[in-house]
Nanobody, 123 residues
Framework: QVQLVESGGGLVQAGGSLRLSCAAS????????MAWFRQAPGKEREFVAG???????NYADSVKGRFTISRDNAKNTMYLQMNSLKPEDTAVYYC?????????????????WGQGTQVTASS
């Protein structure tokens, strides 16, 4: 089992920045592909960014150039640096992990989930 705990959410004005963290425990972190998803009220959970254990990254088109995903395998922690936040980025952000090398953009492919952290960008 892998336990995931997100932190770093909050309320910022549009154009501001936040950095989310996802701390993993329970098993070695390095063998897992990791990702961030988000879910706004009344909407489906959507892929934001993913990173393989070899540090290969993928981003949703809506966040390319504004968000940066990274991981520190020695610290069992993943990050999401969010810059130039927009009101449409407002959602609960979840970190997720799946066994294997490949990032998937489908939330059903992930085995482990954190509890979520709220991000609100006000206009």
């Amino acid at each position: 089992q892998v336990q995931l705990v997100e932190s770093g959410g909050g309320l910022v004005q549009a154009g501001g920045s936040l950095r989310l963290s996802c701390a993993a425990s329970g098993r070695t972190f390095s063998g897992y592909a990791m990702a961030w998803f988000r879910q706004a009220p009344g909407k489906e959970r959507e892929f934001v960014a993913g990173i393989s254990y070899t540090y290969r990254t993928n981003y949703a088109d809506s966040v390319k150039g504004r968000f940066t995903i990274s991981r520190d395998n020695a610290k069992n922690t993943m990050y999401l640096q969010m810059n130039s936040l927009k009101p449409e980025d407002t959602a609960v952000y979840y970190c997720a992990g799946r066994r294997g090398t490949l990032v998937s953009g489908t939330h059903r492919d992930y085995d482990y989930w954190g509890q979520g952290t709220q991000v609100t960008a006000s206009s």
